[in-house]
């Protein structure tokens, strides 16, 4: 008889599709090439682990093996990505008869890593793919990178930008590179025209115009008029007229717009797009800058990490990729066309729809310990002080202080705060009573930090799609909460997808040891991760391990595994000089008290070695 599939368990169907699934062996396994996976072409996740597990790595300090965590990453599923994206984009301009093409860019504050980068140039050569650059070191990466792509590739400089920034990127379009300088701020224009005077480089610029369509939740707190970066559109007319009086408007090819991270619905990509579109028109027809030729429609396009597709949170976009695209060439076409404007280029930075899905972060179980209920809070007492809670409204603005003025309203907002956050409190150890009143809840320690692993759920609460790796054809039987091994309190996971505050899991027991180890995969994690990555305690980033298809039946093979950073490493970037401050030190005071030879293989070790725990024995778990 079959064994039954555990991945719905963790809505693998929503989330996964079409790179994740559970094969015949109950094991989390990747669909490469998508939906064009052909039978047979899913990876094993637990193969690859094991086998990354017994490769031998040849260090200047020895021979070493790999240690958790570790990143997985699939090339496979980054390619994969970016022809998904181009196909939708190219469907939407064919089907629509949009006068123009696509051409995007990757954002490299979304992923950094060389590996990644350079991917991407190489996937998207035929693409003209580019690189966008917020920062003079990210500018670097990307003038380097786009030696090797197509030329005509973009190459977006946006952020905040001094002269040096401004000198690099004219000395980036000297190279051949079609650098674009993005003006953030109007003071931007007279930096930029200084510049190319002294270099004798004539640029080529955008404006970035500030949108008045938002998007709610967290990623839409700075969008609006009040956001951090951009132009009104008034303002960028004023840019218009000055470069039209220096006689240096056709240096003004590109406007470029961004709402926000993960647009939650195709109403609002398509709303942002018209309006951004109409200013694309009014540049053209009422201010002369005819020479306009690129809507860089910026990042937003979002992941679906819950898997609801409902986009009523930030967890969630309700849309794919040809609706996104759809929704962007049909927007530009009606509002090119109603203005009698010829079709830009189109061009989008999505980042995090790109890099999310080829990465998966394996976290090694180390034990696991039942977690004591508070017998003072049942879950009925924890009811009562939610009633008795909510009947007590704050004091409203005409009762503080004696009126309603400002300092009335600033105390009535702070009463409102606290007042949301005690009933966040206790609704959050009510949920956690409750499932623990039906079958405990056991806290799984992981080899892990919260803050250098999966930093935005930390920071922002972001949460991660996460299961098991193996034992997936058996019912997971166990609440689970991930704690690290940071001395943090709030080195936890502790919240899941779809409202959960347990993750399900099974006993390390027998079976787990059967298996080589239990481990936990928190997947969609190739965006941002790595690049916010904090040293708390000093634990630093994971073992990378590269892994390509190698044809059918599910062969694959391992490109490469390199070891994070040591603790010699992480150290150092605390300004120590290993040798002088660390290890003479501990020479020293080891050989005064005559214990340096037991000290030394120790020290050697420590230092040579990834921070985390290694070659952990954990005890058997009685469940």
């Not at 060389?114 to 917020?134: I, M, N, P, R, W």
């Not at 009762?399 to 600033?410: F, I, K, L, P, Y």
Request: hydrophobic fraction near 40%; include cysteine; proline fraction near 5%.
């Amino acid at each position: 008889m079959a064994k039954k599939n555990y991945g719905q368990v963790y809505n693998i169907l929503g989330w996964g599709d079409p790179y994740f699934t559970v094969n015949s062996h109950g094991h989390l396994a990747v669909k490469p090439h998508g939906r064009d996976t052909m039978s047979g072409q899913d990876i094993d996740v637990h193969s690859v682990i094991h086998r990354a597990l017994a490769t031998t790595i040849t260090t200047n300090d020895g021979d070493k093996k790999p240690q958790f965590p570790m990143i997985l990453r699939f090339p496979d599923v980054l390619k994969n990505r970016l022809d998904s994206l181009h196909a939708a984009f190219h469907g939407a301009v064919d089907s629509t008869g949009y006068a123009s093409r696509y051409q995007g860019v990757f954002p490299i504050k979304v992923n950094q890593n060389k590996a990644v980068v350079q991917d991407l140039v190489t996937f998207g050569h035929g693409y003209s793919y580019g690189l966008e650059a917020g920062s003079k070191p990210e500018l670097l990466i990307a003038m380097s990178c786009l030696a090797k792509a197509k030329p005509g590739a973009y190459l977006v400089c946006n952020g905040y930008k001094d002269a040096d920034y401004v000198a690099l990127a004219l000395s980036a379009r000297a190279m051949g590179l079609n650098a674009i300088i993005v003006l953030e701020m109007e003071e931007e224009l007279d930096i930029v025209v200084e510049q190319s005077a002294r270099l004798g480089v004539e640029p080529v610029i955008g404006v970035r115009a500030k949108l008045l369509t938002k998007i709610p939740g967290h990623f839409g707190s700075t969008a609006g008029k009040h956001g951090k970066f951009g132009m009104l559109a008034d303002k960028i007319y004023e840019v218009a007229g000055k470069l039209k009086k220096m006689g240096k408007l056709h240096w003004l090819k590109l406007l470029h717009y961004h709402v926000g991270s993960m647009i939650p619905t195709t109403d609002i990509v398509y709303n942002a797009a018209a309006e951004a579109a109409g200013i694309y028109c009014a540049l053209v027809k009422e201010h002369g800058a005819m020479g306009m030729t690129t809507l860089d429609c910026g990042g937003g396009l979002g992941v679906d990490y819950d898997g609801t597709r409902s986009g009523s949170s930030d967890m969630s976009v309700a849309y794919g990729l040809e609706q996104y695209a759809s929704s962007i060439v049909q927007a530009v076409r009606l509002t090119c066309d109603d203005n009698g404007v010829p079709h830009p280029v189109l061009c989008t930075e999505s980042g995090r729809a790109m890099a999310s899905h080829h990465s998966m972060i394996i976290l090694e179980a180390l034990s696991a310990i039942p977690e004591p209920q508070d017998e003072e809070d049942t879950h009925h007492r924890l009811l009562s002080k939610i009633q008795d809670l909510s009947s007590k409204q704050p004091r409203t603005a005409h009762t503080v202080n004696g009126g309603g003025g400002v300092d009335a309203m600033h105390s009535h907002a702070v009463e409102l705060k606290k007042h949301g956050i005690e009933m966040y409190k206790l609704a959050k150890k009510l949920s956690k009573r409750v499932t623990g009143d039906a079958n405990g809840i056991y806290n799984y320690h992981m080899n892990l930090s919260v803050f250098s692993l999966v930093p935005d759920f930390w920071g922002i609460g972001q949460l991660f799609p996460m299961m098991p790796v193996s034992r997936l054809n058996e019912k997971p039987t166990i609440n689970g909460t991930l704690v690290d091994i940071t001395c943090d309190s709030d080195g936890k996971v502790e919240k899941f997808i779809r409202d959960a505050v347990t993750l399900p899991l099974h006993p390390l027991d027998d079976a787990a040891a059967e298996h080589g180890g239990y481990y936990v995969a928190a997947l969609l994690s190739g965006a941002y991760q790595e690049a916010l990555a904090c040293k708390h305690n000093l634990f630093s980033g994971p073992t990378l391990v590269r892994v390509e298809s190698a044809g059918g039946s599910g062969a694959f093979k391992i490109v490469s595994v390199e070891l994070g950073p040591t603790a010699e490493e992480v150290i150092g970037t605390m300004r120590y000089d290993v040798k002088n401050d660390i290890s003479d030190v501990i020479e020293k005071v080891a050989t005064e008290n005559g214990v340096w030879p037991m000290v030394e293989p120790l020290m050697k070790k420590g230092l040579t070695t990834m921070p985390y725990l290694n070659d952990y024995k954990p005890p058997k778990t009685t469940f």
